[in-house]
Nanobody
Framework: QVQLVESGGGLVQAGGSLRLSCAASGRTSSSYAVGWFRQTPGKEREFVAISWTGGSAYYADSVKGRFTSSRDNAKNTVYLQMNSLKPEDTAVYYC????????????????????WGQGTQVTVSS
């Protein structure tokens, strides 16, 4: 069992930066891939990024070059550094953990993740 707690959301002007944290308790986060998703009212959760256990990361095209995910295994924490924020990045951001995936692109789908944090609001003003 893994418990995830996000923090770091807030209100920022367009062009600004925020860093989200996803702190894991229970089993160590180093054995799980950690994905980031975001959701706006009336829409499904959208894949943003994934931090693989080996430390590499993959990003949605909409955030590539602006967002960076990293891990600190000693702190059992995964980060999402968000730079050059745009109003369209406004959403509730969630981190989620999965021990494994079935299918080559299943990590893109929210249903593939076993554990979820409570979400943190990110609002980018224009």
């Amino acid at each position: 069992q893994v418990q995830l707690v996000e923090s770091g959301g807030g209100l920022v002007q367009a062009g600004g930066s925020l860093r989200l944290s996803c702190a894991a308790s229970g089993r160590t986060s180093s054995s799980y891939a950690v994905g980031w998703f975001r959701q706006t009212p009336g829409k499904e959760r959208e894949f943003v990024a994934i931090s693989w256990t080996g430390g590499s990361a993959y990003y949605a095209d909409s955030v590539k070059g602006r967002f960076t995910s990293s891990r600190d295994n000693a702190k059992n924490t995964v980060y999402l550094q968000m730079n050059s924020l745009k109003p369209e990045d406004t959403a509730v951001y969630y981190c989620a953990a999965a021990p494994a995936f079935r299918g080559s692109d299943s990590y893109l789908r929210a249903i593939s993740y076993s554990y979820w944090g409570q979400g943190t609001q990110v609002t980018v003003s224009s």
